[in-house]
């Protein structure tokens, strides 16, 4: 068991140490001088709170000194603005990587009278993984104690603390706030580190007490021999799990490999991990059109489109603008998102009875839909069930468009013919898509759609969608019906007369 635990230990940390770009060939190695025991008082030395006053990162900040009165005033801090304490993770570089920068200057646009703090804990980050995991805790006194000293000399309000932690630096916040004389306002963990924190003990990682409101959002929790480098588990109030916590658009190798900046498998780790203060930035910047959350007991269950509720808190903004809930621990929380900023994008579940007309006992049709909107009009989007679609039955699915397209005004379904695409006739062949009578012919697989009930998760609105042409409601392999608005809001419960007339 040790062994297996060692080994994967080799290969993590194989994988981690070439994490950030442009790490010299075996640095994370060499650092022999990080070595060394500190005593408490080198920690102090080792941890500077660099308060900005640039965007600029590149600009040195203003040093806060804890204990020294002096440097408050020096670097202007404002005790009844808010205070942001924003901690980094483990590094392999032993430098801030891009993504501080981005962060810290939309923090200080979006709140230009607050007092934006880094906690640079670099040197003590700048480790072998496990020494910096063990460093956590320290750093987290060490920032509780500054606070506390804020508290007692300028009487700063907690409640105006909001800590800021990614991965490794969530946890740091945890410990923060469970060591702080009472309970700071707010901390938010983007993607918070894995390994050695996954199902450990409450008080060994970031969890929901350590704050009056915790919120996570979790971009890679996709598991690679029992490990995964952002936490999988909940840990907050409200946990948010865009595209389902796995796979990021536009972190895929493929389109890593393709992109100017070159890649690699490193780079999709990266990109996949920081995805998070990304997702968390685009909420600080585009605060008029906010991305949103919708709860949901699993991401399968999302995936079908099942979860698009705002009723009684099921729904909230993404990163910044998360609203507080009344306490309610480990609330998961879904959405899809873009590939780029802005990340937010509408989200549809669409619900149709698909009824059994002709030999499609055994069919699995592939269904496209094209919705046309009051702006504009998407592409074909291919609906995704998760299951085989279910004949004589209601299946409802997720349908999510990159653009807001104003509303909806009408859908095309397509079945995907079997001149469409290679791949379909072979999935089709194989599924014995089409049926051979004695004499050779193929016969026509022939299901019904009557009509397509919408719901659309950022607007709440419900409409029902009927066959354009009420004589056109049949579909076979290659063929389209089209969709438009014929009542508002959902059908009402149809009576048993009216179920049998279906
Ligand atoms: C301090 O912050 C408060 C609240 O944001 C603001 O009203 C006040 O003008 C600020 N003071 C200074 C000197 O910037
Ligand atoms: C953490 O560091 C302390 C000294 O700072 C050391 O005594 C302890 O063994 C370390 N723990 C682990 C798990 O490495
Ligand atoms: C669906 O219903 C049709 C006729 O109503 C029937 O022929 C067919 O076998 C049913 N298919 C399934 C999968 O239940
Ligand atoms: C409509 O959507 C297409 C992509 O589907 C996009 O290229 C175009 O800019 C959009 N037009 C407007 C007015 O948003
Ligand atoms: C076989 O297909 C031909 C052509 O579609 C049709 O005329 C014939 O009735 C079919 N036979 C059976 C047994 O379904
Ligand atoms: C085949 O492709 C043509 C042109 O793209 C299209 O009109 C037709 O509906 C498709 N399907 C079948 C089954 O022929």
């Not at 060490?142 to 300028?154: D, K, R």
């Amino acid at each position: 068991m040790k062994k297996l635990t060692f080994s994967l230990w080799i290969v993590l940390l194989c994988a981690i140490a070439l994490f950030a770009s442009g790490v010299e060939d075996n640095e994370l190695f060499k650092d022999e001088e990080f070595k060394v025991l500190y005593d408490d008082e080198a920690i102090h030395d080792r941890i500077t709170y660099n308060m900005r006053k640039s965007l600029n990162l590149d600009v040195d900040g203003c040093i806060l000194v804890p204990g020294e009165k002096r440097s408050l005033q020096e670097c202007g801090f404002n005790v009844t603005a808010k205070t942001f304490f924003i901690i980094h993770g483990w590094t392999t570089s032993g430098m801030f990587e891009s993504w501080m920068q981005k962060l810290v200057s939309a923090m200080m646009q979006r709140e230009p009278e607050s007092n934006v703090v880094i906690v640079d804990w670099l040197p003590m980050a700048h480790q072998l993984y496990p020494d910096a995991v063990n460093h956590t805790h320290q750093v987290g006194l060490s920032v509780a104690t500054t606070i506390n000293w804020l508290q007692a000399e300028q009487q700063l309000p907690l409640q105006n603390v909001h800590l800021i932690g990614y991965s490794l630096g969530a946890h740091v916040a945890g410990y923060a706030g469970t060591s702080v004389r009472g309970t700071i306002g707010r901390i938010t963990g983007l993607d918070p580190a894995g390994p050695m924190f996954e199902g450990v003990g409450d008080d060994k990682r970031l969890s929901s007490g350590d704050a009056d409101f915790v919120d996570i959002l979790h971009t890679y929790t996709r598991e690679a021999l029992g490990i995964s480098i952002g936490i999988q588990q909940p840990i907050g109030d409200i946990d948010i799990y865009p595209n389902g916590g796995d796979v990021q658009p536009g972190c895929s190798l493929r389109e890593m490999l393709t992109s100017t900046a070159g890649g690699s498998f490193m780079d999709v780790i990266k990109c996949e991990h920081e995805r998070a203060v990304l997702l968390f930035v685009d909420s600080l910047m585009n605060n008029e059109y906010m991305s949103l959350a919708y709860q949901c007991t699993d991401p399968e269950r999302f995936k079908k489109g099942i979860c698009l509720s705002c009723r009684k808190n099921r729904c909230n903004n993404i990163g910044y603008n998360t609203k507080k809930m009344r306490k309610r621990s480990n609330c998961k929380m879904y959405l899809k998102t873009r590939a780029v900023t802005p990340f937010g994008g509408i989200h549809y579940q669409m619900k149709m009875h698909v009824f059994n007309r002709k030999q499609a006992d055994d069919a699995d049709p592939t269904f496209h839909v094209k919705l046309y909107g009051a702006h504009n009009d998407t592409d074909d989007l291919h609906v995704d069930f998760p299951n085989k679609v279910g004949l004589n039955l209601t299946n409802t699915f997720l349908v999510f468009t990159e653009d807001d397209i104003g509303d909806l005004l009408k859908i095309r379904l397509s079945w995907e013919g079997a001149n469409e695409s290679l791949g379909s006739i072979w999935k089709n062949m194989k599924k014995s898509f089409w049926s051979w009578n004695r004499t050779g012919t193929p016969i026509k697989q022939v299901l019904e759609v009557r009509r397509i009930r919408v719901k659309c998760g950022e607007t709440q609105k419900k409409f029902t969608f009927c066959a354009q042409d009420p004589s056109v409601t049949e579909i076979s392999p290659g063929q389209v019906i089209t969709y438009v608005k014929c009542r508002d809001g959902w059908e009402v419960k149809p009576s048993k007369k009216r179920l049998h007339n279906l």
